[in-house]
Nanobody, 124 residues
């Protein structure tokens, strides 16, 4: 059974940085594509970024492009999300997700496994 656990969230001032981590267990990590989503209070869950199983391809939603970077360390079964120049509108619960041979990176239904999420709060 695959399990995903996020860490690294917290409170940061606008303009600051945070790095989220997502540790995977129970599966063959290097065989899966990974994604980050976020959900703000009262809003739908939205796609943030994704990375292919070997790390050769990445994609981002427009609002975070140039500020966020997704990466992965297959030897550590971990995917990361480096978030720089944070804005108030980035505050949300961030969730990592795992899927196999994903075609539509932003489609939630393509991801089979989800973490419980980690809260990011950005103050002005």
């Amino acid at each position: 059974q695959v399990q995903l656990k996020e860490s690294g969230g917290g409170l940061v001032q606008a303009g600051g940085s945070l790095r989220l981590s997502c540790a995977a267990s129970g599966g063959t990590f290097g065989s899966y594509d990974m994604g980050w989503f976020r959900q703000a209070p009262g809003k739908d869950r939205e796609f943030v970024a994704a990375i292919s199983r070997r790390g050769g391809s990445t994609t981002y939603t427009r609002s975070v492009r140039g500020r966020f970077t997704i990466s992965r360390g297959n030897a550590k079964n971990t995917v990361y999300l480096q978030m720089n120049s944070l804005k108030r509108e980035d505050r949300a619960v961030y969730l990592c997700a795992e899927g196999s041979r994903i075609i539509g990176w932003g489609r939630r239904g393509e991801y089979a496994y989800w973490g419980l999420g980690n809260k990011v709060t950005v103050s002005s």
